[in-house]
T-cell receptor, first 114, second 111 residues
Framework: GQQLNQSPQSMFIQEGEDVSMNCTSS?????WLWYKQDPGEGPVLLIA?????ELTSNGRLTAQFGITRKDSFLNISASIPSDVGIYFC??????????????FGQGTILTVHP | EPEVTQTPSHQVTQMGQEVILRCVPI?????FYWYRQILGQKVEFLVS????????KSEIFDDQFSVERPDGSNFTLKIRSTKLEDSAMYFC?????????FGPGTRLTVL
C-alpha cells in the first residue's frame, strides 16, 4: 500500500523560530492535506493542496505540493506557544468523482518553548 | 462555521458487545469516511461512503464492521462484536471535494 514518510518525528524550538516539516510518498498523490491535532481531539485541516507545484499560505503557515507529486512540505513562521501539537500530512490519489481514502504520515510533534 | 459532530465522545464497552458510533457530517457534503487512531499512532482509514454505498474499505474493516446512513443527516459505524484491539479513537470525516474535515472523535474503550 501507499506509504508516507514524515519528518522530523519531533521538534523542540524557541518561540519566534521558523519550523519546517515534510512528507515523501512512495507513490503519486493528487491531493496533499496538512492537519494539526491537539491531544484528545480530531485533526484540524490547515492547508489543502491540489496541483503539483502549488504553494499555499494560511496565515503563518505555508505549504507546497511537490513537482513530482510525491512530496510536500509545511512551514510555520514565527512560531508561538499555541502552535504546539502534532502535525500530520495526508494525501490521496483518487480522481474524477471518487474522493478516496487518506493516507497519513506518522506525524511531527512540535514543542515550542516560550 | 459548519463542522462534523460525533457522539458519544467516549464509549466504554465489554468485549463481545455491539457498539454504534454516530456522526453528523457537514450538511452539504456528499462523501463520508471513518478513520481510527490507536493511541500514539497515526490515523488509519477504515471506510469511505458515497451515494449510499461503500466506495472503498481497508483490511481493518472486516465483517464485524458496518456503516449506514439511516437518514439525511446521520452516518453511523457499527462494530458487531468488539475486541480488545478495537480500542481506539474513531473519527468521522466528510468532504465536498478533495479536502476532508474531521469530527472530534469517539474514544472507544473495550474492556
Amino acid at each position: 500500500g501507499q506509504q508516507l514518510n514524515q519528518s522530523p518525528q519531533s521538534m523542540f524550538i524557541q518561540e519566534g523560530e521558523d519550523v519546517s516539516m515534510n512528507c515523501t510518498s512512495s507513490s503519486i498523490f493528487n491531493t496533499w492535506l496538512w492537519y494539526k491535532q491537539d491531544p484528545g481531539e480530531g485533526p484540524v485541516l490547515l492547508i489543502a493542496l491540489y496541483k503539483a507545484g502549488e504553494l499555499t499560505s494560511n496565515g503563518r503557515l505555508t505549504a507546497q505540493f511537490g513537482i513530482t507529486r510525491k512530496d510536500s512540505f509545511l512551514n510555520i513562521s514565527a512560531s508561538i506557544p499555541s502552535d504546539v501539537g502534532i502535525y500530520f500530512c495526508a494525501g490521496h490519489s483518487a480522481g474524477g468523482t471518487s474522493y478516496g481514502k487518506l493516507t497519513f504520515g506518522q506525524g511531527t510533534i512540535l514543542t515550542v518553548h516560550p | 462555521e459548519p463542522e462534523v459532530t460525533q457522539t458519544p465522545s467516549h464509549q466504554v464497552t465489554q468485549m463481545g458487545q455491539e457498539v454504534i458510533l454516530r456522526c453528523v457530517p457537514i450538511s452539504n457534503h456528499l462523501y463520508f469516511y471513518w478513520y481510527r487512531q490507536i493511541l500514539g499512532q497515526k490515523v488509519e482509514f477504515l471506510v469511505s461512503f458515497y451515494n449510499n454505498e461503500i466506495s472503498e474499505k481497508s483490511e481493518i474493516f472486516d465483517d464485524q464492521f458496518s456503516v449506514e446512513r439511516p437518514d439525511g443527516s446521520n452516518f453511523t459505524l457499527k462494530i458487531r462484536s468488539t475486541k480488545l484491539e478495537d480500542s481506539a479513537m474513531y473519527f468521522c470525516a466528510s468532504s465536498a471535494q478533495g479536502d476532508q474535515y474531521f469530527g472530534p472523535g469517539t474514544r472507544l474503550t473495550v474492556l
